[in-house]
């Protein structure tokens, strides 16, 4: 079966600065649990603030590291979760119902990739 990454994007300056509410948690939890379960789920993570982070760049022959925060970023990457689906419809109804757990008050996106085999 095809393995997707979902990518989770934020927007740092918009995002609440408590985070994730205990329910919000309480129900992340119950949905990783199904998709464990249902062997769809790989793996998933959040990460840490781009303003601890650093980016590495190669062009013209020539290596730069940034480090964070990356201020010209309206969104960024702010967790994954690889997902081991049927197909990439699949993928995209899991990762509906992960982005339909969030209150109203956040701006979640997530962009689904099939991962190149071999």
């Known amino acids: 079966m095809p393995r997707y990454l979902s990518m989770i994007r934020i927007d740092e300056q918009n995002a609440p600065a408590e985070g994730p509410s205990d329910a919000l ?3 992340m939890g119950e ?3 199904e998709m464990t379960k249902a062997g769809v789920l790989l793996d998933t993570s959040g ?3 781009t ?3 650093a980016r590495v760049r190669w062009e013209g022959g020539e290596l730069s590291v940034t480090d964070g925060p990356f201020t010209e970023a309206k969104e960024v990457v702010g967790g994954y979760a ?3 689906a049927k197909d990439r419809a699949e993928a995209i109804e899991w990762t509906k119902r ?3 757990i969030h ?3 956040w701006t979640v996106t997530c ?3 099939e991962i190149v085999e071999g």
Do not use: D, N, S, Y
Request: glycine share 4%.
């Open 25 to 27: 948690m309480e129900r």
């Open 31 to 33: 949905l990783i649990e």
């Open 47 to 49: 990460l840490t603030p």
């Open 51 to 53: 303003a601890q982070g």
């Open 82 to 84: 690889m997902l081991q």
């Open 98 to 100: 992960f982005l339909q």
């Open 103 to 105: 209150e109203a008050h």
């Open 111 to 113: 962009e689904v990739r």
